[in-house]
């Protein structure tokens, strides 16, 4: 069983080791998957939305929005409702998810500049083309892809039920 420490040390990645490990595993001819977000309260939707993923090449790497880049998105102002840390262990936790790594920008772009993933991945709610990093993706050969998310289920919906 892996400690708490282990997934610390083994799944979560500063931006400098991430460049590093992910180039790492391209040199093996790992195929990896990028997708990115708050991740808030981790529900179905999540978890279904990230197995797929992962599903669409050898390794994730889950790009996760720091506290304050959630704050300037305006999500509401009690968001995010887990800390940075917090979310970012619950994520490297799941066994399908390989890395994840903070960033404090509005956007993940210099981070996909930096991964150069073989995959970028968002919800089926954006248009491929509109994907922050599809003109990096593309222009290295790589497949910029959309999936379906799974309705019924949303933090927005959690925190609305649960004022109920």
């Known amino acids: 069983m892996i400690s708490y420490q282990e997934i610390i040390t083994r799944k979560i990645f500063s931006t400098e080791k991430i460049k590093l490990q992910a180039y790492a595993?391209?040199?093996f001819g790992k195929k990896i998957v990028f997708?990115?977000?708050?991740f808030d309260i981790l529900h179905q939707g999540h978890v279904d939305y990230l197995c797929k993923a992962r599903d669409m090449g050898d390794l994730l790497i889950v790009g996760l929005n720091t506290d304050a880049s959630v704050k300037k998105q305006n999500k509401a102002p009690n968001?995010?409702?887990?800390?940075e840390n917090t979310r970012a262990f619950i994520i490297a936790s799941l066994g399908f998810?390989?890395?994840v790594v903070l960033f404090d920008e509005d956007t993940?772009?210099?981070l996909i500049k930096t991964i150069e993933p073989d995959v970028l991945v968002k919800g089926a709610d954006y248009k491929a083309e509109e994907i922050v990093g599809y003109?990096?993706?593309k222009?290295?050969?790589g497949t910029v892809a959309t999936i379906a998310l799974t309705e019924g289920f949303s933090t927005t919906l959690l925190i609305e039920k649960a004022k109920k």
């Open 35 to 38: 997708t990115n977000g708050c």
């Open 25 to 27: 595993w391209q040199v």
């Open 97 to 99: 998810v390989d890395a």
């Open 135 to 137: 003109d990096i993706v």
């Open 79 to 83: 968001r995010p409702i887990n800390e």
């Open 108 to 110: 993940p772009y210099q």
């Open 139 to 141: 222009a290295r050969g």
